[in-house]
């Protein structure tokens, strides 16, 4: 199987122009396990020798140490080792002589330079699911031992044809799930992906070489994010006075870094201005708010033109402006406290507020 890299490539380095960008960023750790396919190995040496290596199914492992930018793309580095047995060999000599054997156990290990894109599916109503793709470039050291010398029947192959122990190139392509479990643990995930991997094999020599090596993976591992923050309590109410002035609270959201109303959020204003004449409001309060995402200078200026925004409208619905407050907060007053730099949707909002 062949797979190229530059188109995925390519798609990975497009996608934060085509996509939301992410709340996890920071640094993370990741560990996974699960079983390991390796695709039948057929190749031969300069001097017109061929072998055939089968593969049963075995295991393989990866722990990765990485840092999440906040565009939805994932670096990070990461070891591997991946074992099973060998279902059978054999070998063709150039005068048509064929032999063969079945033990042994071929392992292999090394270190991986992995891309990664997140996709996020809150836009869909979907917050605990987020599929990712992702590829890998690396070195892998392929430990061939305990193999049986083939044989014919009648003669024995002592001549070794493959090596011990050999290291080269190699790629992966990687695409999969990541479950949140923030609910038990803030920052932790669960990762279920396919991986396929190649190493890409040694110059064949006379009798000494190792093969290109294709495996298919499942894995299941965890994922835990340092960066992430605990979900805040509700705000406590405040005891309401002797003589409470009659308030109803209308919020409308905000994309990430965008202060244009979406179809929603005009619903939402429309249902403001008409509880104004319903419950003679006097007073509409209009505030903007904005995530931790960018500078307090940023934040401040974009939380007031979402106000503006609003503000204006409400006045096409009708509403005066001189019965209009309006004001911004920037990143002051979140409705979820969060650390800085972290995309929050909840955040990015104005309040009306009819008194």
């Not at 960066?227 to 805040?232: E, K």
């Not at 705000?235 to 409470?244: G, K, L, M």
């Not at 200026?301 to 209009?324: I, K």
């Given at each position: 199987?062949?797979?190229?890299?530059?188109?995925?490539?390519a798609?990975?380095?497009?996608?934060?122009?085509?996509a939301?960008?992410?709340?996890?960023?920071?640094?993370?750790i990741?560990?996974?396990?699960?079983?390991?396919?390796?695709?039948?190995?057929?190749?031969?040496?300069?001097?017109?020798t061929?072998?055939s290596v089968?593969g049963?199914t075995?295991f393989?492992?990866?722990?990765?140490?990485?840092?999440?930018?906040?565009?939805?793309?994932?670096?990070e580095?990461?070891?591997?080792?991946?074992?099973?047995?060998?279902?059978s060999?054999?070998?063709?000599?150039?005068?048509?002589?064929?032999?063969?054997?079945?033990?042994?156990?071929m392992?292999?290990?090394?270190?991986?330079?992995?891309?990664l894109?997140?996709?996020?599916?809150?836009?869909?109503?979907?917050?605990?699911?987020?599929?990712y793709?992702?590829l890998?470039?690396?070195?892998?050291?392929?430990?061939?031992s305990?193999a049986?010398?083939?044989?014919n029947?009648?003669?024995?192959?002592?001549?070794?044809?493959?090596s011990?122990?050999?290291?080269?190139?190699?790629?992966?392509?990687?695409?999969?799930?990541?479950?949140s479990?923030?609910?038990?643990?803030?920052?932790l995930?669960?990762?279920?992906e396919?991986?396929?991997y190649?190493?890409?094999?040694?110059?064949p020599?006379r009798?000494?070489?190792?093969?290109?090596?294709?495996?298919?993976?499942?894995?299941?591992?965890?994922?835990?994010?340092?960066g992430?923050?605990?979900?805040?309590?509700?705000?406590?109410?405040?005891?309401?006075?002797?003589?409470?002035?009659?308030a109803?609270?209308?919020?409308v959201f905000?994309?990430?870094?965008?202060?244009?109303?979406?179809?929603?959020?005009?619903?939402?204003?429309?249902e403001a201005?008409?509880?104004?004449?319903?419950?003679?409001s006097?007073r509409?309060?209009?505030?903007?708010?904005?995530?931790?995402?960018?500078s307090?200078?940023?934040?401040?200026?974009l939380?007031m033109?979402?106000?503006?925004?609003?503000?204006?409208?409400?006045?096409?619905?009708?509403?005066?402006?001189?019965?209009m407050?309006?004001?911004?907060?920037?990143?002051?007053?979140?409705?979820?406290?969060?650390?800085?730099?972290v995309?929050?949707?909840?955040?990015?909002?104005?309040?009306?507020?009819?008194?």
């Amino acid at each position: 199987m062949n797979v190229s890299i530059a188109p995925m490539a390519a798609l990975i380095l497009s996608l934060p122009a085509i996509a939301q960008a992410q709340p996890l960023g920071g640094i993370y750790i990741g560990a996974a396990a699960g079983a390991n396919w390796r695709e039948q190995i057929t190749q031969s040496t300069a001097n017109g020798t061929r072998m055939s290596v089968s593969g049963e199914t075995g295991f393989v492992g990866v722990a990765s140490l990485g840092y999440a930018l906040q565009n939805g793309i994932r670096l990070e580095v990461e070891g591997q080792y991946r074992a099973g047995p060998i279902g059978s060999t054999v070998v063709t000599l150039p005068n048509g002589m064929r032999f063969g054997s079945s033990s042994g156990r071929m392992s292999h290990y090394g270190g991986m330079a992995n891309a990664l894109y997140e996709f996020n599916l809150a836009a869909l109503g979907v917050s605990a699911i987020s599929p990712y793709i992702g590829l890998g470039l690396g070195y892998g050291v392929t430990d061939f031992s305990r193999a049986s010398s083939p044989s014919n029947g009648r003669l024995r192959l002592t001549s070794a044809q493959l090596s011990g122990n050999n290291g080269s190139f190699a790629y992966q392509a990687i695409g999969g799930f990541s479950f949140s479990l923030g609910a038990i643990v803030p920052g932790l995930a669960m990762t279920l992906e396919y991986r396929y991997y190649v190493a890409t094999g040694t110059t064949p020599s006379r009798n000494n070489y190792t093969p290109e090596s294709a495996n298919h993976a499942a894995l299941l591992g965890l994922r835990y994010s340092f960066g992430a923050s605990p979900a805040a309590p509700m705000p406590a109410q405040e005891p309401a006075a002797a003589a409470p002035t009659l308030a109803r609270t209308y919020m409308v959201f905000f994309d990430w870094n965008r202060a244009d109303l979406t179809d929603r959020a005009r619903q939402i204003i429309a249902e403001a201005a008409t509880a104004r004449t319903t419950l003679r409001s006097t007073r509409i309060e209009v505030s903007g708010h904005a995530d931790r995402s960018g500078s307090d200078a940023y934040n401040q200026a974009l939380s007031m033109r979402r106000a503006e925004a609003v503000a204006a409208e409400l006045t096409r619905r009708g509403v005066p402006r001189a019965e209009m407050v309006i004001q911004a907060f920037g990143e002051s007053r979140p409705l979820v406290p969060t650390a800085d730099g972290v995309h929050e949707p909840q955040n990015r909002r104005v309040d009306i507020i009819l008194r």
